[in-house]
C-alpha cells in the first residue's frame, strides 16, 4: 500500500497565509509516502512569490513531486514567457519539469502540460504520451500514477475548453496500463473513473490555499492505493483546519474499477456528482 498526498493550486501571491501552517501541520501527520503537486504554485510567477512557494516546500518533509501550472510561466512578461518560461520555476521548485519517481509499489511520472503560447489552455502531445508510457513499461505489477496540472476530461457544466491532445493522451495512457491521473487547474475535486477509459481513475484536487474559490472549500485528496484496492479521501478547509470527508473507496474488476461504497450526501458539493458513479 502507498499514501500519496494530492495537493494543487497553491497560488502564492493570492493564496490565505492562515491556512498554510494547518495545511503543512496535517501533511506531516498524515505521513504521505510522496506529495505529488499538480501546479500552478504561483499567481503571476513572480520572484517573491516563488520565494513563498519554495519556504512552504522547505517546510514539508516527505518526498515530494511537482509539475509546473499555466501561472508558474509569466503572463504579463512577453520576453521571459517565450525564451525563458521555466526559469523563475526551476529556481524555486525543481529544475526538472517532467519528474519521475520510482520506488518497490508504484511509479509516478509527472507531465508538463503548460503551453507558453496559450495562457489557459495546456497541451498534451503525442511524444509526451509516449515518454510516460515508457516511464511505466517496466512497471509491471506496480502502480502507475500520471500528475499533471490540466484535466484530461471536463464535466458537463465546464466552460473552459479543454486541454489540446486530451482525448488521444488519455486513450494511450489507457493503453500503457496507467491507473490514476492527478490534475488540478479548475480549482474543484473530481473523484471517478474517466467516462472514456473506466480503467483510469480521473483524480482533481480543488485548490489547496488559493482564495479563488469556485463552489467548494480549500482542499486537496489523500490516496492509499494498491494495484487493486484505492480509496481516496478528500480533506476540506473549515475554518483553519482540514478535516477529512467520507472516503471514496474503488477496487478494481477486470479493466475498470468500481466504487466499492455508497456516496456520501456531502458529495453532492464536489465537482462531478460522486452519487451517480456506479457501484
Known amino acids: 500500500m502507498r499514501r500519496i498526498l494530492h495537493l494543487s493550486d497553491l497560488h502564492y501571491g493570492r ?35 516563488f520565494d513563498r512557494a519554495r519556504a512552504f516546500l522547505d517546510r514539508l518533509g516527505p518526498d515530494m513531486l511537482a509539475v509546473p501550472g499555466n501561472h508558474d510561466t509569466p503572463l504579463d512578461n512577453l520576453w521571459i514567457r517565450l525564451v525563458r518560461p521555466w526559469a523563475r520555476y526551476r529556481a524555486a521548485i525543481a529544475a526538472e519539469l517532467e519528474p519521475v519517481h520510482r520506488d518497490d509499489e508504484m511509479v509516478v511520472a509527472g507531465v508538463n502540460t503548460v503551453n507558453r503560447f496559450a495562457w489557459q489552455r495546456g497541451r498534451f502531445s503525442g ?7 515508457r516511464a511505466f513499461a517496466d512497471a509491471g505489477d506496480r502502480l502507475k500514477v ?18 489540446r491532445g486530451a482525448g488521444p493522451a488519455l486513450a494511450r495512457l489507457r493503453a500503457c496500463g496507467t491507473d490514476i491521473v492527478l490534475s488540478g487547474h479548475l480549482h474543484s475535486t473530481v473523484i471517478a473513473p474517466f467516462s472514456a477509459a473506466p ?8 485548490t489547496g490555499l488559493s482564495g479563488r474559490l469556485r463552489g467548494e472549500s480549500n482542499m486537496f485528496n489523500l490516496v492509499d492505493a494498491d494495484p487493486d484496492r484505492i480509496t481516496i479521501t478528500p480533506y476540506e478547509a473549515k475554518g483553519v483546519r482540514f478535516v477529512p470527508a467520507e472516503p471514496v473507496r474503488f477496487r478494481r474488476d477486470g479493466t475498470e474499477w468500481r466504487r466499492t461504497r455508497s456516496a456520501p450526501a456531502r458529495a453532492a458539493s464536489l465537482r462531478r456528482d460522486l452519487a451517480t458513479a456506479p457501484s
Do not use: N
Open 15 to 49: 493564496d490565505l497565509p492562515e491556512l498554510e501552517a494547518p495545511l503543512l501541520e496535517t501533511i506531516h501527520q498524515l505521513a504521505p509516502d510522496l506529495v505529488a503537486i499538480s501546479g500552478d504554485f504561483t499567481q503571476r510567477a513572480r520572484v517573491w512569490q
Open 127 to 133: 511524444h509526451t504520451a509516449d515518454r510516460i508510457c
Open 146 to 163: 500520471a500528475v499533471l496540472h490540466h484535466p484530461l476530461e471536463h464535466g458537463p457544466d465546464e466552460t473552459k475548453r479543454l486541454m
Open 199 to 206: 480503467g483510469i481513475l480521473f483524480v482533481q484536487a480543488g
